[in-house]
Nanobody, 118 residues
Framework: VLLLESGGGLVQPGGSLRLSCSASGKIFSPNVMAWYRQTPGKERELVATITSAGSATYADSVKGRFTIAREGGKVAPYLQMNSLKPEDTAVYYC?????????????WGPGTQVTVST
């Protein structure tokens, strides 16, 4: 499975960005897909998850501001980020996890940089 994030960039505080994740290869269901983020010197942080059934969860720090969802028939989710804050600055990663008869699957994209600054 190959994951590729897009949509990162520079945005002012209070602004919005939409991150997209594209997935290619064999995707097993049920699965959980997620967005994580990481800043230098810190551990990767879970931002939001969505199951193949459509159930979503969010980190407390982004609740009410971020939305994870799938568009149309796409497998991989997007992340709509509103009311962005400087502390949201990070590299954002798309993640896919599933369990299949072939074993456990855990894949990451290369990440996309989001910078929230004036």
């Amino acid at each position: 499975v190959l994951l590729l994030e897009s949509g990162g960039g520079l945005v002012q505080p209070g602004g919005s960005l939409r991150l997209s994740c594209s997935a290619s290869g064999k995707i097993f269901s049920p699965n959980v897909m997620a967005w994580y983020r990481q800043t230098p010197g810190k551990e990767r942080e879970l931002v939001a998850t969505i199951t193949s059934a459509g159930s979503a969860t969010y980190a407390d720090s982004v609740k009410g501001r971020f939305t994870i969802a799938r568009e149309g028939g796409k497998v991989a989710p997007y992340l709509q980020m509103n009311s962005l804050k400087p502390e949201d600055t990070a590299v954002y990663y798309c993640n896919y996890q599933a369990q299949s008869p072939f074993g456990r699957h855990n894949y990451w994209g290369p990440g996309t940089q989001v910078t929230v600054s004036t």
